[in-house]
């Protein structure tokens, strides 16, 4: 099973700033990676696939970065609905995994 | 419009059977993959089970031979069995849509709690 690792556990920011979160695979994953956030009370909303390509919807402030092991999810400039838990997710290798989250706080 | 809506969550005794529901709309259940992922209180996110659109299912190894999961085509909806239920499978859980590269659609949740 390839474990993703997620760093750092919470990032504090202000609105703003620059976020930058990081998605470490076990095993070499391509590019086959996503990027999900989720807000307290509420299901994962899809950011990212393929590791760079943004989903419908998605501001261009979000970007993703990456392949092989070391994957990077970038906010340009945090607005106040961007705080909230980011999760990678591996769909190279079976089973699918996620890491165990980045959340994203108000500093 | 796409939606997901689970339910069928409660509390139940260690060892106890639940199933859960999650009725679709807006796209054919059994025309694409399903999945079950669930979330513990505080904790990430954990795939659970997934059904193709040709019938084949998988597990992740702590449900399997206790949790079954199924589709109703007639109703659009898709289940999952659980038996024999620990402590360990409290959790929030999803059902979602995978495309075969991301999980485009998910619903808001059903909460299993277990405990005596």
């Known amino acids: 099973e390839i474990v993703l690792t997620q760093s750092p556990a919470t990032l504090s920011l202000s609105p703003g700033e620059r976020a930058t979160l990081s998605c470490r695979a076990s095993q070499f994953i391509a590019t086959s990676l996503a990027w999900y956030q989720q807000k307290p009370g509420q299901a994962p909303r899809l950011l990212i696939y393929?590791?760079?390509n943004r989903a419908t919807g998605i501001p261009a402030r979000f970007s993703g970065s990456g392949s092989g092991t070391d994957f990077t999810l970038t906010i340009s400039s945090l607005e106040p609905e961007d705080f909230a838990v980011y999760y990678c997710l591996q769909r190279h290798s079976w089973p699918q995994t996620f890491g165990q989250g980045t959340k994203v706080e108000i500093k | 419009e796409v939606q997901l809506v689970e339910t069928g969550g409660g509390l139940i005794q260690p060892g106890g059977s639940l199933r859960l529901s999650c009725a679709a709309s807006?796209?054919?259940?059994?025309?694409?993959?399903m999945s079950w992922v669930r979330q513990a209180p505080g904790k990430g996110l954990e795939w659970v089970s997934i059904i193709y659109n040709d019938g084949t299912t998988y597990y992740t190894d702590s449900v399997k031979g206790r949790f079954t999961i199924s589709r109703d085509n007639s109703k659009n909806t898709l289940n999952l069995q659980m038996n024999s239920l620990r402590a360990q499978d409290t959790a929030m859980y999803y059902c979602a849509r995978w495309t075969g590269m991301v999980y485009d659609h998910w619903g808001q949740g059903t909460l299993v709690t277990v405990s005596s």
């Open positions: 807006g796209f054919t259940v059994s025309s694409n993959y």
């Open positions: 393929d590791a760079s």
